[in-house]
């Protein structure tokens, strides 16, 4: 399945790592390493945004590449169907065929649209500032925490399965309170550049990923 793609190599990191410190700096460089080599992928996931005065909650599905996203709205319905292309510092909303540019913007601080092409580039390429053990449901995990050098005061903290390694759960925080909570339902790779020094293992079925998902929600 094309979907595990990026997954695949870093399973046998798992099988054969002995949990020490050394081995789990290791984990986290081939996890960047196959995440940076992410060409194309389809994601969904809920956002939860903490505003100073409100709380907001989306669905968004994004259409992610490095250099060029698209997310889409899909709930609340309201707002169900405007999109937003996100490609370096620009953002240009679509609805009903009609694009506004809406000039350039901080992607963590002031757009929910940008949190999910920003915690892709954050696991590929972020700085890891922190990482650890941590539980989701019934999931165990690798936390990491990652700064972008654009991005000061902000961190990226995905949760990734320790058996699959699909991104549970994530929050973005800026100057140390948290904006924004993520979590995924949808993770996967349509194209990815071949791993350096992985060698393949049989892909995740589609069980296994939901079964991933489900455990870990609360």
């Not at 540019?101 to 590929?124: F, I, K, N, Q, T």
């Not at 949760?159 to 390694?165: A, M, V």
Request: hydrophobic share 40%; with cysteine.
């Amino acid at each position: 399945m094309r979907k595990a793609l990026l997954f695949a190599p870093m399973l046998m990191l798992l099988f054969t790592a002995c949990g020490g410190g050394g081995e789990e700096r290791d984990l986290t460089a081939d996890l960047q390493r196959q995440y940076a080599g992410v060409e194309a992928a389809v994601l969904e996931a809920g956002i939860t945004c903490h505003y100073d005065d409100e709380i907001r909650e989306y669905t968004l599905r994004c259409d992610y590449g490095p250099e060029k996203s698209t997310v889409t709205v899909l709930s609340p319905e309201n707002l169900a169907g405007i999109s937003a292309t996100v490609e370096r510092d620009t953002l240009t909303l679509s609805y009903d065929d009609i694009s506004l540019d809406a000039g350039s913007y901080s992607a963590a601080a002031v757009s929910p649209v940008a949190a999910l092409p920003r915690l892709m580039a954050a696991a590929g390429t972020g700085y890891p500032a922190e990482q650890s053990e941590e539980t989701v449901g019934e999931r165990e995990c690798l936390r990491l925490a990652c700064d972008l050098p654009d991005q000061e005061g902000t961190v990226y903290t995905t949760w990734f399965d320790k058996e699959t390694f699909l991104p549970l759960r994530s929050e973005i925080s800026v100057d140390g309170t948290m904006i924004f909570e993520v979590a995924w339902t949808r993770f996967e790779i349509t194209s990815a550049a071949p791993a350096e020094e992985a060698e393949p293992l049989p892909p995740f079925t589609e069980a296994e990923e939901a079964a991933a998902y489900a455990n870990a929600e609360e």
